[in-house]
């Protein structure tokens, strides 16, 4: 099996590794909060297996409207995250990152897309320091890229990588919210396969 | 989601990841929902009215494919047209008389600092191109490439294709 999704599977398999996730994770809202001035509670991670065939039913429609923030996580353990919300979510989100009142973001412009990817970063390098530091490894990620599109599309990014290795996704699942606001953002861990990641550090240092 | 609903008579048939249809039944309307990267292959003969479609995720089968899988032939387009031709023939399709469409294989992650072999939609484009060309098929329409997600439908019973993007009115490409 591919060392790295069967470093995946193992931890992501273990209860020790699940309580870790979430404190991780819990760094990550905690840092995430402070940035947006309230408190932003994280949902229990879910460890899923969606085959690809039922991809829409666990997503919902891949013809809709969506917005991801996409890095690649990189170091000893290669993985993708992707933070998945509606429009509204992102302009809501935008809203707090950016001290506007609610509902004054109607649209995405590029300074709502560099706070959204701000967000992003900053919550994902939570989460892997928190993870490193836990795991004695060498964690980190990409910049951050946001995308507009339909769902399928940008699903697509993070499925292809996996095509020929798997049936399925294997995938940690989260959901970010606010208590206060409208704001509900979902995060998706998966694993980098061993072949997919050397053609990252190919073109990335080659 | 308001396209997601059949008109009458009709029959959505979702075409999923690595999935290959191929339908005679003129009431089918065949959909690749949200493509990105992915190309759809879509043939269609006129005088038979049957028509069908692969959704690729890749040029081609990769090397290092994990081995312990079965075949997926219609997850990659060098394998999976060969494979839509072959399904066509079998149910009663002139190969002379079928013709080509393509839509996808967009750039959806066009942010500076992700390498090149993310952008895998242009590949899949290219490969599609060629498999046509290699089984004589014309390409009588498509819409690839950019940086924008697509829906894509072929009714079966006129063989009519349309494309949507997002924010944009259905478009025939055929």
Redesign the interface.
């Known amino acids: 099996m ?1 060392r790295q999704v069967a470093f995946w599977k193992r931890v992501m398999m273990g209860r020790e590794f699940k309580n870790l996730v979430q404190e991780a994770l819990g760094q990550a809202a905690g840092g995430l909060s402070r940035m947006v001035g309230q408190a932003v509670v994280i949902d229990v991670p879910r460890i899923e297996r969606v085959p ?2 039922e ?2 039913q666990y997503t919902g ?5 969506m917005v991801g923030i ?1 890095l ?1 996580i990189e170091g000893d353990v290669g993985g993708q995250a992707l933070l998945l919300c509606t429009p509204l979510a992102a302009m809501r989100l935008a809203d707090l990152l950016l001290l506007r009142h609610p509902g004054t973001t109607q649209a995405l412009g590029v300074e709502e897309r560099s706070a959204l990817a701000e967000m992003g970063n900053l919550t994902i390098s939570l989460f892997l320091n928190e993870v490193a530091e836990m795991m004695g490894l060498m964690l980190y990620p ?6 507009v ?9 993070v ?3 996996l ?5 399925e996704l294997l995938l940690v699942d989260t959901r970010l919210h606010s208590e206060t606001s409208a704001v509900e953002v979902h995060l998706w861990l998966l694993p980098m396969p061993a ?2 990641r050397s ?2 550090q ?3 240092y080659g | ?1 308001a ?2 609903v059949a008109a009458l008579g009709e029959r959505i048939c ?1 075409v ?4 290959l249809v191929v339908s005679s039944s003129p009431e089918d309307v065949l959909v690749a ?6 190309v759809v292959v879509a043939l269609y003969d006129s005088v038979a009215h049957l028509g069908g479609m692969i959704h690729a ?2 040029p081609t ?2 090397q ?3 081995p312990a ?1 079965p075949e ?1 032939p219609a ?2 387009v060098e394998q999976g047209v060969p494979l839509l031709l072959d399904r066509l023939t079998r149910r009663g399709a002139a190969r002379a008389r079928l013709q080509g469409y393509l839509c996808g294989g ?1 750039r ?11 952008a ?1 939609g242009e590949r899949n484009v290219q490969a599609a191109e060629q498999a046509l060309r290699v089984a004589g098929i014309p390409l009588r329409g498509q819409a690839t490439r950019g940086t ?4 894509v439908k072929l009714y079966i019973a006129d063989g009519r294709i349309t494309v ?1 993007t ?1 924010g944009t009115e259905e478009e025939h490409l055929a």
């Open positions: 591919d690809l065939r991809l829409e429609a891949l013809d809709s409207q996409y690649l990409s910049p951050p890229a946001v995308m599109d339909m769902l399928g599309a940008l699903l697509d990014v499925i292809f990588p095509a020929g290795m798997s049936h072949a997919r053609d990252v190919d073109a990335r | 989601m396209d997601r979702s999923a990841i690595g999935e929902y949200g493509l990105g990267s992915c995720l890749l089968m990769p290092n494919k994990n899988l997926m997850r990659f967009a959806i992650l066009t942010a500076p600092g992700f390498p090149d072999w993310l895998v924008r997600g697509r829906t949507r997002l």
